[in-house]
């Protein structure tokens, strides 16, 4: 039974920074590609940033590229996303995903929600 | 960069069959993937592959992908189904992943 579990988010002003956690239980995070996916109040699902395999290949949205950063703690087992200067255009529920075949999205923790406002 | 195009709103009948569409440039030649999100819960994968249904997805569910669209139908829709469905394919020249806008599924 696979578990992703989010946390860290909060109310934070504009320009700021904060770092979101997600412990898995069930899977090895050091094993699937490991994604975290925003979604914005009454939006739609919007792809934030991966990493793969080893932890050697990060990819991130054009949006958050250069302010964003995941990585993960492999004798943790969580994986993490860094989110530097901060806007309100980044306030959302953000979920982690570990990933399953052909690069779908298997599993998904409940979120945690990140608002940006002053 | 990539894009996916979903209709925003498909509307069906108890017992009748939903067709959601996702088109891309030559989507053909990615695997796609489509998710079900009921309003307060994380997505559920119910497709993937084109059209490898996960277990536990009902076989009502069916998925398939060819050109420039892709597509997700429901045969015998119920109330249940009732719900948003992202499609969702990566775009490998840059290694991002990449969801369409959704399509809110209404049974009437």
């Known amino acids: 039974q696979v578990h992703l579990e989010e946390s860290g988010g909060g109310v934070v002003q504009p320009g700021t920074s904060l770092t979101l956690s997600c412990a898995a239980s069930g899977v090895t995070f050091s094993r699937p590609p490991s994604h975290w996916v925003r979604q914005a109040p009454g939006k739609g699902l919007d792809w934030v940033a991966s990493?793969?395999?080893?932890?050697?290949?990060?990819y991130y949205a054009d949006s958050v590229q250069g302010r964003f950063f995941i990585s993960r703690d492999n004798s943790k087992n969580i994986l993490y996303l860094h989110m530097n200067n901060l806007t309100g255009d980044d306030t959302a529920l953000y979920y982690c995903?570990?990933?399953?075949?052909?690069?779908?999205?298997?599993?998904w923790g409940q979120g945690t929600l990140v608002t940006v406002s002053s | 960069s990539y894009v996916l195009a979903q209709p925003p709103s498909v509307s069906v009948a108890p017992g009748q069959t939903a067709t959601i569409t996702c088109e891309g440039t030559?989507?053909?030649?990615?695997?796609v993937h489509w998710y079900q999100q009921k309003p307060g819960q994380a997505p559920v994968l119910v497709m993937y592959?084109?059209?490898d249904r996960p277990s536990g997805i009902p076989e009502r569910f069916s998925g398939s992908n060819s050109g420039d669209a892709a597509s997700l139908t429901i045969t015998r829709v119920e109330a249940g189904d009732e719900a948003d469905y992202y499609c969702?394919?990566?775009?490998?020249?840059?290694?991002?992943?990449?969801f369409g806008g959704g399509t809110k599924l209404t049974v009437l």
């Open positions: 969702q394919a990566w775009d490998t020249s840059r290694g991002h992943r990449v």
């Open positions: 030559n989507i053909g030649s990615k695997s």
């Open positions: 592959y084109n059209d």
């Open positions: 990493t793969l395999y080893d932890g050697s290949n990060e």
């Open positions: 995903a570990a990933e399953g075949e052909g690069g779908s999205f298997v599993h």
